[in-house]
């Protein structure tokens, strides 16, 4: 039955936009549930190193062409990186992604990571993502090997609409970057950043291209502006708008997890336990790179509300 209600073509994704909101919510709703039930997965994120990257993304907080007021720091110690991962190990998170600014890890910097995953037990390790920018095909046999099973890196927006955000990257770069992820035996998790001005064919041109992609881990994130970034003046999303975007990549990914990630607070505001009514299984908890997100105490008690169960199953 629920096969009937995912969407085959742009067209008709852009046509699911014309149902009452209730209506559109309740397919969202069966899709999830054919795929995961009633589980929830939670994930949470270390900044590892932060600020001074060389790409002019204009949503960005850490590019140096943006000039935002953060905390600039290296890569984390070894110890530190090691000791925040076993700490977050503790918590009731399937998975734990090390995140690292810049275009790309230097060598050096890959060696040190590689060391600090390979070091932890085994039943961690299998939790641990890394999101390190642009890497080459042999930097991705090395994390393989260290042990990592999972490799972050969004597309950020639709192919058409990229070249507005950013121009120190083209698309096809980070689709590459993917690429090489997945061909490597990782598992790839890609998503994306909405409200930067694109628009609804934008988001459904989007989804379509990870669907064509096998890209099955899909975070969503939503702008919240910074302050001296070119998008400092953007309006953030309204709730509504917001939760009919991941209602429609639920129709467009049927299977994959959407795992509802930055900007949740500021956006959907009292309206956060909507996102599983919309066809989201999965949500970051916790900070995020440069922005306070929800504390893990407040996410369990809203899912506990709901019915519905955290899950530990690190495949999703």
């Known amino acids: ?96 992604g090390v995140v690292t600014s810049g275009s790309a890890l230097s060598g050096g910097e890959l060696q040190r990571l590689c060391n600090v995953v390979a070091s932890l ?60 992820a997945g061909e490597s035996g990782l598992s790839v998790c890609s998503g994306g950043l909405f409200g930067l001005g694109e628009s609804w064919q934008d988001r459904v041109d989007f989804a379509f291209s990870l669907r064509e992609m096998g890209v099955e881990h899909v975070p969503m994130n939503f702008l919240h502006p910074h302050p001296r970034t070119p998008l400092a003046g953007q309006q953030p999303l309204f709730a509504d708008e917001a939760l009919t975007i991941i209602a429609l990549f639920r129709h467009i990914l049927p299977e994959a997890t959407l795992r509802i990630c930055g900007g949740r607070p500021l956006v959907l505001g009292d309206r956060q336990n909507e996102v599983f009514a919309a066809g989201a299984n999965a949500m970051m908890t916790g900070d995020y790179l440069t922005t306070h997100g929800q504390t893990i105490k407040h996410d369990l008690e809203m899912i506990a509300a709901l019915g519905l169960e955290v899950t530990c199953d690190v495949s999703c």
Request: hydrophobic letters at 40%; a positive charge.
């Open 121 to 180: 037990p085994e039943p961690v390790r299998q939790r641990v993502c890394a999101s390190l920018g642009k890497l080459a095909a042999d930097d991705f046999s090395s994390l393989s090997r260290a042990g990592l099973t999972r490799f972050h890196h969004n597309m950020e927006t639709s192919r058409d609409y990229y070249a507005s955000v950013c121009t120190t990257q083209t698309w096809e770069q980070r689709r590459d970057t993917v690429r090489r």
């Open 1 to 96: 039955m629920t096969e009937s209600l995912a969407v085959a073509t742009p067209a008709q994704a852009l046509a699911l936009l014309s149902l009452p909101q209730g209506e559109l919510f309740a397919r969202a709703t069966a899709l999830r549930e054919a795929s995961f039930g009633r589980n929830i997965v939670l994930c949470a994120i270390i900044n590892a190193k932060s600020g001074n990257c060389s790409m002019d993304c204009r949503f960005c907080s850490q590019s140096r062409h943006n000039h935002t007021p953060i905390e600039v720091f290296p890569l984390l110690p070894d110890s530190e990186l090691r000791e925040r991962i076993l700490q977050l190990a503790t918590l009731p998170v399937a998975r734990i």
